[in-house]
């Protein structure tokens, strides 16, 4: 919890009320429906999140898959639920070693989708669906989507 809190405060975001959690995970997810995602509102961050991850890896924090002092290349797993007021109730995002990296992920991920760039697609009645984040960015700050996935 304490690195969700950290994570938000990086990210320059509210706490959330408690009813949000954030996890990690690993597991075959491909039985999950996709997610309807926004990618006109994801950009507005796209800076943020790989840059925070960045920092912690320069610092020597943490180490994670993709990433180094000079460049930032991921794609990661996510799955959140909903509530039947499409409310964000979890969000498990695929473990990468780094709790801190892992709770920056899971804050944009909610981020995201009080933004309304996440949006449930009424497949799944147990409020699951999945998509994935990606980033890539080199050490000059320039940002790539990549192709398939929800680049934010």
């Known amino acids: 919890m ?65 990433v180094t002092k000079r460049r930032v290349d991921m794609d990661v797993p996510f799955l959140i639920r909903f509530s039947p007021t499409n409310a964000v109730d979890e969000v498990v995002v695929r473990k990468l070693g780094c709790e801190r990296a892992e709770a920056i992920l899971g804050a944009a991920i909610i981020k995201l989708a009080k933004a309304g760039a996440l949006k449930p697609t009424g497949q799944n009645v147990t409020g699951w669906y999945r998509s994935s984040l990606s980033f890539e960015m080199n050490r000059f700050g320039a940002l790539a989507p990549r192709k398939g996935a929800a680049a934010v």
């Not at 994570?7 to 039985?31: C, H």
Request: charged share 20%.
């Open 2 to 66: 304490k690195a969700m809190l950290t994570a938000l405060a990086l990210l320059g975001m509210a706490v959330p009320s408690g009813a949000q959690t954030v996890r990690s995970a690993e597991g075959d997810w491909s039985d999950m429906p996709e997610i309807r995602f926004d990618h006109s509102i994801s950009m507005s961050m796209s800076m943020e999140v790989p840059e925070a991850i960045q920092r912690l890896v320069q610092k020597g924090k943490c180490s994670v898959s993709g």
